[in-house]
């Protein structure tokens, strides 16, 4: 099977861009290698004609990107995130270079979609938006002017993306099924949900507990029928929170 196929299933994600322009110049890049999904959460101004200009010729990407209003929409069904962000992130994920990053990438393309995620020009990725992806990618660059534009860092990754095709282990599917961004994102809410109930996590004072555990199964890379059985657990402790059984007297 021509393993080109799994450039089909990586989305290019930006998150809030600000500069119509950078829209289309970032389709330009993926298509002069071969991808061909993009998503953009909250725009600020598309479709535009500046957009259409930077294409130049890759107007098929642009007509057929999909506007989503929040990162949790773009990343539906999603198997891994990569954040690509520069800053060095306090209880980071998992930190890939661009190469690694891209293979751990199409490792996981053999069964549902995964995204590559830039945040806007100015600010990047915010810190909430770090932590719904699985890794973190940083493009090594001049440590005094390591600001990439937009459309050169999705170039970058989409060229490493295509340059680990060769070296890929396999095209066949895992046996195990991976969660996707849609599982864990119910986990984390059920799990945020029995820890205040139990008494575990004060709300007023919530710390980084979910940022912490967010982390954690991240860099555990949790399988479907894992997920069920981890809420399995916390259905069944929530009924106890609910119904404590009376001791005999």
């Known amino acids: 099977m021509n393993p080109l196929y799994l450039l089909d299933k990586v989305r290019v994600v930006l998150s809030h861009p600000s500069h119509p322009g950078n829209i289309g110049a970032t389709a330009r890049a993926m298509k002069t290698m071969g ?3 993009l998503y953009l959460v909250n725009p600020r101004i598309f479709p535009d004609k500046d957009a259409e200009a930077r294409a130049a010729g890759a107007w098929d990407i642009l007509n057929d990107a999909k506007v989503c209003a929040n990162l949790d929409e773009a990343l539906n069904g999603t198997v891994l995130a990569a954040a690509i962000t520069a800053r060095p992130r306090d209880l980071s994920h998992e930190v890939f270079d661009a190469r690694r990053g891209a293979h751990e ?11 590559l995620v830039f945040g806007t020009e100015m600010s990047g ?22 600001s990439l534009n937009l459309a050169s860092a999705v170039q970058i990754m ?24 849609n599982d864990m994102e119910l986990l984390y809410r059920h799990l945020e949900r029995v820890a205040i109930s139990s008494g575990f996590l004060d709300p007023r004072e919530p710390k980084r507990f979910m940022q912490r ?19 399995g657990m916390l259905s069944a402790l929530e009924k106890g929170i609910q119904s404590p059984q009376q001791t005999p007297e």
């Open 35 to 37: 991808l061909s999904s």
């Open 158 to 181: 989409a060229y490493e993306l295509r340059m680990v095709l060769p070296e890929l282990r396999s095209l066949s599917p895992v046996a195990n099924i991976a969660a996707d961004f």
């Open 105 to 115: 990438l199409l490792d996981h393309a053999c069964q549902h979609p995964v995204a």
């Open 213 to 231: 555990m967010r982390r954690l199964f991240a860099r555990a890379r949790l399988e479907k029928e894992e997920v069920n059985l981890l809420r």
């Open 125 to 146: 990725l915010t810190t909430m938006e770090v932590s719904k992806c699985q890794i973190v990618v940083h493009i090594p660059a001049n440590p005094e002017y390591s």
